[in-house]
T-cell receptor, first 115, second 114 residues
Framework: AQKVTQAQTEISVVEKEDVTLDCVYETRDTTYYLFWYKQPPSGELVFLIRRNSFDEQNEISGRYSWNFQKSTSSFNFTITASQVVDSAVYFCARPPTDSWGKLQFGAGTQVVVTP | DTAVSQTPKYLVTQMGNDKSIKCEQNLGHDTMYWYKQDSKKFLKIMFSYNNKELIINETVPNRFSPKSPDKAHLNLHINSLELGDSAVYFC?????????????FGDGTRLSIL
């Protein structure tokens, strides 16, 4: 199976620090999509971003930014000037080529932001 | 105006019982999914339906039976509940059957088996 690996289990930061979440994926494909989701303590899963393999530009949305590096098969996520509300589990995911409809999730990274 | 709604939010029941979880989406999507999240937060797909047709059926015990009466609804029925079924079950929906579109998730149903 083409895995999605989030090696960091938990990251703890103090408010206003930056935090970067790593995501490394396996692929044999030239066309693929990658996603990030957020799961706050309340439990819902919130879609954050989609990236396709053809678009190598980094993306910024407010305090969130994503760094896509095809050469290293990584799609990292940075929260700048973290806030307590950023405390959540963050998941990286991609649909495997042999079954596009299903999302294969990484194990998730728990981010804890303390005041 | 909730996009993907699941009921109930919490379900506490005894081993051996049969229970159902309902899911409805008002996004106009044609594909719906069920995922299971275990106690370690690991998310795994169970089923997917496109326009009421089953398109993904992972290795799930046949005690789990999805039903899609129309493309806006996907229910999950579980027979003879076991302790290992305790988990959070998420419904999701998307446009199309491919992996290019984001899936939008409901708030989850926390199932606890006593």
């Amino acid at each position: 199976a083409q895995k999605v690996t989030q090696a960091q289990t938990e990251i703890s930061v103090v408010e206003k620090e930056d935090v970067t979440l790593d995501c490394v994926y396996e692929t044999r494909d030239t066309t693929y999509y990658l996603f990030w989701y957020k799961q706050p303590p309340s439990g819902e899963l919130v879609f954050l971003i989609r990236r396709n393999s053809f678009d190598e530009q980094n993306e910024i949305s407010g305090r969130y930014s994503w760094n896509f590096q095809k050469s290293t098969s990584s799609f990292n996520f940075t929260i700048t000037a973290s806030q307590v509300v950023d405390s959540a589990v963050y998941f990286c995911a991609r649909p495997p080529t042999d079954s596009w409809g299903k999302l294969q999730f990484g194990a998730g990274t728990q981010v804890v932001v303390t005041p | 105006d909730t996009a993907v709604s699941q009921t109930p939010k919490y379900l506490v029941t005894q081993m051996g019982n049969d229970k159902s979880i309902k899911c409805e989406q008002n996004l106009g999507h044609d594909t719906m999914y069920w995922y299971k999240q275990d106690s370690k937060k690991f998310l795994k797909i169970m089923f997917s339906y496109n326009n009421k047709e089953l398109i993904i059926n992972e290795t799930v015990p046949n005690r789990f039976s999805p039903k899609s009466p129309d493309k806006a609804h996907l229910n999950l029925h579980i027979n003879s509940l076991e302790l290992g079924d305790s988990a959070v079950y998420f419904c999701a929906s998307s446009t199309g059957t491919g992996g290019s579109q984001p899936q939008h998730f409901g708030d989850g149903t926390r199932l606890s088996i006593l």
